[in-house]
């Protein structure tokens, strides 16, 4: 019809193009659902219903975003992944655990302070020594970077810190 393509016929590349934008990128659902709509004008193809595209967006985003932490799990020795689990744990006397304390952080308000706090906190994460996992020659930097806001699956709220790594 006008000289356009149905969606069936290059769904699985367009697949293959908001995976390997999600990987390289770590680009969030808006931007790629936005630059997919471009991807498939381009290509003369009858948009989907904007549902099916954002379903197919977020699908493939969070399987890439498995497939990231999939790669940064296989990196991590028995010491680390102890060390890890151990930042979960909420010492007695304490409200909240390391890993909660370190998401939150500190108000910035640039007191000295303040500034001394942060520091001592990235002491603490550098500390764990998981900067020499090797992931810089396995996932993209700018992956690595934006991780930081995904979403754990099946449980709501959690991160992954981008300071461990």
């Known amino acids: 019809m006008y000289g356009l ?13 908001v995976a390997a934008r999600s990987w390289t990128t770590g680009d969030g659902p808006k931007a790629i659902f936005t630059d997919a709509v471009g991807w498939l004008r381009d290509r003369d193809v009858l948009l989907p219903g904007v549902t099916t595209l954002a379903r ?3 699908h493939v985003r969070d399987e890439t975003t498995r497939r990231l932490w999939g790669v940064l799990e296989g990196l991590l020795t028995v010491g ?14 304490s409200r909240v655990s390391d890993l909660e304390r370190w ?11 303040t500034i001394i706090k942060a520091l001592d906190q990235v002491a603490e994460v ?3 020594g998981m900067s020499e996992l090797g992931a ?26 981008d300071m461990i790594l």
């Open 56 to 58: 197919l967006v977020t």
């Open 103 to 113: 998401r939150k952080g500190s108000v910035p308000r640039g007191s000295g302070p």
């Open 80 to 93: 680390q992944r102890y060390v890890l689990d151990q930042l979960l744990e909420v010492l007695p006397g």
């Open 5 to 17: 393509q149905e969606f069936g016929t290059v769904e699985t590349e367009l697949r293959a193009w």
């Open 136 to 161: 810089d020659h396995l996932v993209p930097p700018r992956r690595l970077a934006v991780s930081s806001g995904d979403k754990w699956p099946g449980i709501s709220g959690a991160t992954w810190p």
């Open 126 to 128: 550098m500390g764990l």
